[in-house]
T-cell receptor, first 113, second 113 residues
Framework: DAMVIQNPRYQVTQFGKPVTLSCSQTLNHNVMYWYQQKSSQAPKLLFH???????NEADTPDNFQSRRPNTSFCFLDIRSPGLGDAAMYLC????????????FGPGTRLTVL | KQEVTQIPAALSVPEGENLVLNCSFT??????LQWFRQDPGKGLTSLLLIQSSQREQTSGRLNASLDKSSGRSTLYIAASQPGDSATYLCAQHRTSGTYKYIFGTGTRLKVLA
């Protein structure tokens, strides 16, 4: 049973063309995260939500935006993708307590042409 | 700056060997430490979560330990198999009042048949 679902699994976009990545969860977790991961690198946190409380990382470019319309869904919007934004984008959830696990989705591989 | 380091970056072993992967963190304030497995092009799969009050956790052939005083965690894999080949990542959940995790860069493991 899928718990954290990401769509699409593969996304190809053109330089400068806006793109939206989707994440949904069936765990009813309070916290949702978006990470960017480039080849052979650690996942880099872009932002996270605790419920509707949005937390942006200081070094996340303004080109990246996020929306969380309800508990189950979270979206990553890339307003003007550049070649350097090609990466795996990972969504994760956490119940929100001190000792809880993070659960990850399968990721969306973004290619920018 | 808090950092999480994993050594070695890559490891190649013959099937059947017992092996240890290392994770070091500079910030001793910790809620928990989580170990993940990542297969090429895929998301992260949670393996073990160690709470700050625990010393170790076990799941099948995997055993993870945590030593807060020295800022270290180890993942022990017994009787390694080719199917264990993957990248292993550790992530520290800090006590700073956030829900953020700091990831290590991972150890890329190859188990040879």
């Amino acid at each position: 049973d899928a718990m954290v679902i990401q769509n699409p699994r593969y996304q190809v976009t053109q330089f400068g063309k806006p793109v939206t990545l989707s994440c949904s969860q069936t765990l009813n977790h309070n916290v949702m995260y978006w990470y960017q991961q480039k080849s052979s690198q650690a996942p880099k946190l872009l932002f996270h939500y605790y419920d509707k409380d949005f937390n942006n990382e200081a070094d996340t470019p303004d080109n990246f935006q996020s929306r969380r319309p309800n508990t189950s869904f979270c979206f990553l919007d890339i307003r003007s993708p550049g070649l350097g934004d090609a990466a795996m984008y990972l969504c994760a959830t956490n119940q929100g307590g001190r000792h809880n696990e993070q659960f990850f989705g399968p990721g969306t591989r973004l290619t920018v042409l | 700056k808090q950092e999480v380091t994993q050594i070695p970056a890559a490891l190649s072993v013959p099937e059947g060997e017992n092996l240890v992967l290392n994770c070091s963190f500079t910030d001793s304030a910790i809620y928990n430490l989580q170990w993940f497995r990542q297969d090429p092009g895929k998301g992260l799969t949670s393996l073990l979560l160690i709470q700050s009050s625990q010393r170790e956790q076990t799941s099948g052939r995997l055993n993870a330990s945590l030593d807060k005083s020295s800022g270290r965690s180890t993942l022990y894999i017994a009787a390694s198999q080719p199917g264990d080949s993957a990248t292993y990542l550790c992530a520290q959940h800090r006590t700073s009042g956030t829900y953020k995790y700091i990831f290590g860069t991972g150890t890329r493991l190859k188990v040879l048949a």
